[in-house]
């Protein structure tokens, strides 16, 4: 299958891009230095011509939640009618469990983006128009990859201070190949409904602080520093403090879907400590 990547050049879409080709697949991708603008659709319909699947793992870099929404939802927007348009399978949208739920992405602007880009990618699949593509929504939570970026943002000499976030972090290589997998047999399965969800997550349960320290533990570092004290504070409020991140409870059971469904739970085996130990690097 030619299966087309925005996106393809950050964390999760150079790994997304590499899972695909291990598969077999033609991978393009799509982005402004390939004359690709997904928000104002500049060579996207050109682009698309031919692809399969579209795989949409953009970013946005900012904690405005004015800015992070005008930039997925319009994006998301542009991405559905172009793929619509052009005859495209499905398309894939990586998103974070638990974004959407209102109370989550209250005070956390990032997430508020992608709650506006989950609505429109629903909204254009299924609203009357019908004008979007079919879309799979893949819920991933918190990459292990996220903490050394945590720590460092924050330097206070011998301390760390992360945002108290309880979540159940996973490797970005094992949600990479989920994606992938998933791209390849959506794409082939006409049997899907028009908008389907589901969600990968890691095995354990824990704060940003405590994965701070596990992986410190076992490498001598975390984000670049040795700290010798982890604090935390609920920045992001009481509903990302205590859970509202961690699809399906303690043991990962299946969810209400994006479209109201049942949305099924991937728990991935691989746990912090045995990622630290692979000496892998945010």
């Known amino acids: 299958m030619r299966i087309a990547i925005l996106g393809g050049r950050g964390t999760l879409g150079t790994l997304v891009a590499g899972a695909l080709e291990q598969r077999g697949h033609e991978v393009a991708v799509l982005g402004r230095r390939d004359g690709v603008d997904a928000l104002t659709g500049e060579g996207l319909d050109a682009a698309l011509v031919g692809v399969d699947v579209v795989v949409d793992a953009l970013n946005f870099q900012g904690m405005s939640a004015k800015k992070a929404r005008a930039f997925f939802g319009g994006t998301a927007r542009t991405v559905t009618a172009a793929a619509a348009r052009a005859g495209v399978r499905r398309v894939v949208v990586v998103s974070i469990a638990g974004a959407a739920d209102p109370e989550v992405h209250r005070r956390h602007g990032y997430y508020a983006g992608k709650a506006e880009q ?28 996220l903490v050394d970026q945590m720590v460092s943002m924050i330097p206070l000499g011998p301390a760390a201070l992360l945002p108290t976030m309880r979540m159940a972090a996973v490797s ?64 992001f409020g009481k509903a990302i403090a205590s859970g509202g991140l961690v699809p399906g409870g303690p043991r990962g059971e299946a969810v209400i879907g994006a479209a109201g469904g049942v949305e099924p739970v991937t728990v991935d085996p691989v746990t912090v400590r045995e990622w630290a130990g692979r000496g892998e690097r945010g």
Do not use: K
């Open 172 to 235: 970005a290589g094992s949600v990479a190949a989920f994606v992938a997998a998933t791209a390849e047999r959506d794409a082939a399965d006409d049997t899907l409904p028009v908008v389907r969800s589901l969600a990968i997550r890691g095995p354990e349960v824990a704060t940003g602080a405590e994965l701070a320290r596990t992986i410190a533990a076992v490498r001598g570092t975390v984000g670049g520093r040795r700290p010798r004290v982890f604090w935390e504070l609920p920045l």
């Open 118 to 145: 989950e609505a429109a990618y629903l909204a254009a699949a299924t609203g009357r128009a019908a004008e979007g593509a079919p879309v799979t929504i893949v819920h991933s939570t918190q990459w292990f990859e």
